[in-house]
Nanobody, 121 residues
Framework: QVELVESGGGLVQAGGSLRLSCAAS????????MGWFRQAPGKEREFVGV???????YYADSVKGRFTISRDNAKNTVYLQMSSLKPEDTAVYYC???????????????WGQGTQVTVSS
């Protein structure tokens, strides 16, 4: 079992930055790929990006060049640094853990509760 807790969400103006954190507990964190997803009201949950156990990253086109995922295995924490934020980035952001590197929700075994990010125009 892996428990995930996101933090760092909030209200930010367009063009601003925000860093989300996801703290993991339970099974060996370093064995898991960690993904970030988001869900806006009335929309399906969508892939944002993923970081493998070795640190390789992959991003959705909508956030590429603006968002950066990193991880600190010593702290069992993964981060999502968001820059040049746009109103369309407004959503609940979730971190998730998977034994494989994937971009779809069924690939992920464990999910956090989510943290709200609101970008005002």
């Amino acid at each position: 079992q892996v428990e995930l807790v996101e933090s760092g969400g909030g209200l930010v103006q367009a063009g601003g930055s925000l860093r989300l954190s996801c703290a993991a507990s339970g099974r060996t964190f370093s064995n898991y790929a960690m993904g970030w997803f988001r869900q806006a009201p009335g929309k399906e949950r969508e892939f944002v990006g993923v970081i493998s156990w070795s640190g390789g990253t992959y991003y959705a086109d909508s956030v590429k060049g603006r968002f950066t995922i990193s991880r600190d295995n010593a702290k069992n924490t993964v981060y999502l640094q968001m820059s040049s934020l746009k109103p369309e980035d407004t959503a609940v952001y979730y971190c998730a853990a998977s034994r494989v590197v994937g971009t779809t929700t069924p690939r992920y075994d464990y999910w956090g509760q989510g943290t709200q990010v609101t970008v005002s125009s």
